[in-house]
């Protein structure tokens, strides 16, 4: 079991499938999509109808460190700008994001532009939003050394079982058809969103990676001339978020739960959390990963910056030496000019 437990990561990433006897394709599953703690705090992120809901300029810089201190650490960086204008008398949302995600020899890049039109009605507001981007992924199959023994350099063939063993597990994948050479392909990504806020509450639905893209990854440049390669798949991916704004009476806090859902129609995650925030300077909370781990959010305004942390322990997978999921945003805004008469004048319900 020693090739197992010292490969454990690269297990999870590669989904090796024997489809009509085709030992030799590797498929991966990419994930660039990290479900955030402080989704509240970068809302277009994962929904471009988000764009343009305030009226600022909004900047978000977010990194997500999963298992640090563990051997592998996954890794995801974010940065999400929006806007709202004016266009024939509309009001309509613009953004950008981009969004990078590496894990050992693996990283995707995804960046796209976002738009979205804005519905006023009554007190509340209707978006629909689109994102057209480019989603890339890559394999450093360069650093990918594999012993005569049939282990991966990733996998520290150094070392051996509790009981000294030094033997491989019959059922571990053949690391011999896995690429020696850095490989990797893109493709276009659209994404489609819903939302709806209300002074009180807010609710939104979007769907990622519609073109659902299955690449094969190849040497830049160059054709697959071989059986054998490396195809990764971004799996379409429906994203469902929620949250409240309920007010104390008689006091300077207000509280805040929000919900987040996510299905790739064959996989399902989800976090709820509960904040409060003081006098619209202070927020702290508690989250909850469905079926997987608990943390605790802590964030501070001032002004036009934003500072927020979270740390979450993965009870059910956390690796020897890891000191847990780490998360921090860095945000700015600063107001924009939407002229006195605009309707849509209105406070977010997530960034107070």
Request: proline content about 3%; cysteine-free; aromatic content about 12%.
């Amino acid at each position: 079991m020693r090739f197992l437990r010292n490969n454990f990561w690269i297990l999870v990433l590669f989904m090796i499938l024997n489809a009509g006897g085709l030992k030799s394709q590797v498929y991966v599953t990419a994930d660039v999509d990290a479900l955030l703690n402080q989704h509240w705090a970068a809302p277009t992120l994962l929904n471009p109808a988000a764009t343009g809901d305030i009226d600022f300029i909004r900047i978000r810089a977010i990194g997500r460190l999963d298992y640090l201190g563990s051997r592998k650490s996954p890794k995801n960086f974010m940065a999400v700008a929006d806007s709202p204008f004016k266009l024939l008398g509309k009001r309509i949302g613009a953004g950008l994001v981009v969004n990078s995600a590496t894990y050992d020899l693996f990283s995707n890049l995804l960046i796209g532009a976002q738009g979205s039109y804005k519905l006023k009605i009554r007190q509340s507001t209707l978006s629909i939003g689109v994102q057209l981007g480019y989603f890339h992924t890559k394999f450093k199959g360069s650093e990918f050394v594999i012993y005569n023994n049939g282990e991966s350099s990733e996998g520290s063939g150094e070392e051996k079982g509790e009981e000294g063993e030094s033997g491989n597990d019959d059922d571990a994948p053949d690391l011999s058809d896995y690429p020696t050479q850095d490989v990797g392909a893109g493709s276009v990504d659209l994404a489609v969103g819903l939302r709806f806020d209300h002074p009180a509450f807010y609710a939104g639905v979007s769907v990622a990676h519609i073109t659902n893209p299955k690449l094969k990854l190849t040497k830049e440049g160059e054709e697959i001339t071989d059986t054998r390669y490396m195809e990764s798949h971004l799996p379409m991916t429906m994203y469902f978020d929620v949250g409240g704004n309920i007010r104390i009476n008689n006091s300077l806090f207000t509280l805040q739960p929000s919900v987040l859902l996510a299905t790739d129609f064959s996989d399902f995650k989800g976090i709820a959390e509960m904040r409060a925030t003081y006098n619209q300077k202070v927020t702290f909370g508690l989250n909850y990963r469905y079926n997987r781990a608990a943390g605790v959010i802590a964030g501070l305004f001032l002004k036009e910056f934003y500072i927020g942390y979270s740390w979450e322990y993965d009870y059910k997978l956390n690796p020897k030496g890891s000191t847990g999921n780490h998360e921090i945003v860095l945000g700015y805004q600063f107001k924009m000019d939407m002229s006195p008469k605009s309707n849509f004048r209105q406070r977010s319900i997530r960034i107070m």
